[in-house]
């Protein structure tokens, strides 16, 4: 089953708040992104920037935000807990709004990705996803 998902750093914020730069940047994504059309649902993790980036990009789209800060669970927990929520879903078109730790982790099973370039804040990066019975073979 393959799966189209798109991962977005959350806007920059000051404590938690989107500032006026947060939202210039949301504003370009919300209104340029040809493909914000297509995605059928939205997670976050459950923090505040990440959950208010998720609203303002995506108004009206289903928002599910998952307990990915946890300290219980290590990356690698947390990667194969987000990996099983997105196969057991129904939906193909994905985003997902999050930390740029997390990001990385999911766009580092990318052959072509280069980890020590940043990644930009609302800029929307396309993971293409094929899960198997068991797995998610990325």
Not at 12 to 20: A, D, E, M, V
Not at 61 to 73: D, G, H, M, R, V
């Amino acid at each position: 089953m393959m799966k189209s998902l798109y991962c977005i750093r959350n806007a920059q914020n000051n404590r938690q708040i989107i500032t006026s730069i947060g939202r210039g940047q949301i504003n370009s994504l919300r209104f340029g992104w040809t493909e914000k059309k297509n995605i059928e649902l939205v997670v976050t993790d459950n923090t505040k920037k990440s959950m208010k980036t998720a609203e303002m990009i995506f108004d009206g789209k289903p928002i599910i935000p998952l307990n990915l800060q946890s300290a219980t669970f290590d990356d690698k927990k947390k990667l194969n807990m987000f990996y099983q929520f997105l196969k057991n879903r129904e939906e193909c078109m994905l985003a997902y709004v999050g930390n740029r730790e997390f990001i990385n982790s999911i766009k580092c099973t990318d052959l072509y990705y280069n980890s020590s370039v940043d990644i930009k804040r609302v800029h929307p990066y396309l993971v293409e996803l094929t899960f198997q019975k068991e797995l998610c073979d990325n």
